[in-house]
Every structure is written in structure tokens, then in C-alpha cells.
């Protein structure tokens, strides 16, 4: 009886063994997180890494629109915006250049430090992020550019949180 038992023993862990057959998948999660302040889009998803601008012949660029949000975590500051340089777009040799502006709620943007007043920002509290505001960026003077292309730039909002409390 034990033999016989030692032989099931020996057959369950033989099969075990041949069935063991298994993949290992390795994720990498990453996130870039600043507890105080964020920049989605109105929906909460994150901004688009990239977006495309689409050129009309006869018109130029076409702007990009988006609405986003901005967030906090502290219900009393204002939030400051601005852009890390003046924003365009160039072609691969970099020799040619359109200009882009940037705006956000209908206040253009640029190095300057925009102020965004909390009370009219979160009229609802910080809970749910600020009001969707309309982020548009689109060539500074419309018309036809001069030479064809691939072009490329970045467009860079820096967005900080006032260090004291609003006043109003």
C-alpha cells in the first residue's frame, strides 16, 4: 500500500512538474507626479503627448483647441502660467520658422507669468479641478508658409501654484 502510494506520490509530482510550463510579463509603470498642481484635459485623461497641426493651403495652420484642466491641492492659491520659451514650430534644417501662440481661458500666454485667480480657476472647489478652460495654440500671424516640410516644435506650459494665500 505505501509503495502504491508512493508511486502516486511520484506520478502527481512528475505531472505537476511537466505542466508547469509558465511566462513571466514584466510591466514598467511609470508617472510624473507634482502633489500640488496637474494639467489634464477636461475629461481628467492626460494631455496628448503630441498633437498635429493640420496646414490648409491657402490659410495656413489650423489651430488646435482643447480643453483642459488645471488642479491643486490647496483650496486659497492662485496658479501661475506661463511658457518655458517662445513657442514655434521649424522645419529639419531649422532654417525656417512659423511662430506659434498660446492660449489658455482667452488669456495668450507667454514667458510673462499669467496669473489665474483661484476663485474664478475652481469656482466649485479644487475637488473635481478647476472650470474646463479652452487651451489653443495656433500660428501667431495666419497665412502661407514659404517653404514645404516637416515641422516640429514644442510647446511648454510651466504652471505653479502661488506661494501665498489669495488675497481676494
Do not use: C, H
Request: proline fraction near 4%; charged fraction near 10%.
Amino acid at each position: 500500500m505505501k509503495s502504491i502510494f508512493k508511486i502516486a506520490l511520484s506520478s502527481a509530482a512528475l505531472l505537476t512538474a511537466i505542466n508547469a510550463n509558465a511566462v513571466q510579463q514584466d510591466i514598467t509603470v511609470t508617472a510624473d507626479i507634482d502633489p500640488t498642481i496637474a494639467i489634464t484635459q477636461a475629461d481628467n485623461s492626460a494631455l496628448p503627448a503630441s498633437i498635429t497641426m493640420q496646414y490648409l493651403p491657402s490659410k495656413g495652420l489650423e489651430a488646435y483647441r482643447n480643453n483642459i484642466k488645471l488642479w491643486s491641492n490647496t483650496a486659497d492659491r492662485d496658479l501661475n502660467v506661463s511658457l518655458a520659451s517662445s513657442p514655434s514650430l521649424t522645419d529639419q534644417s531649422g532654417n525656417n520658422a512659423i511662430p506659434l501662440s498660446v492660449t489658455l481661458n482667452g488669456q495668450k500666454l507667454s514667458a510673462t507669468t499669467t496669473v489665474f485667480n483661484y476663485a474664478t480657476t475652481f469656482p466649485a472647489g479644487i475637488t473635481n479641478g478647476s472650470a474646463a478652460m479652452p487651451l489653443i495654440i495656433s500660428q501667431t500671424t495666419a497665412g502661407v508658409a514659404t517653404a514645404s516640410g516637416k515641422y516640429s516644435g514644442i510647446v511648454s506650459l510651466v504652471v505653479t501654484q502661488a506661494t501665498a494665500k489669495n488675497a481676494g
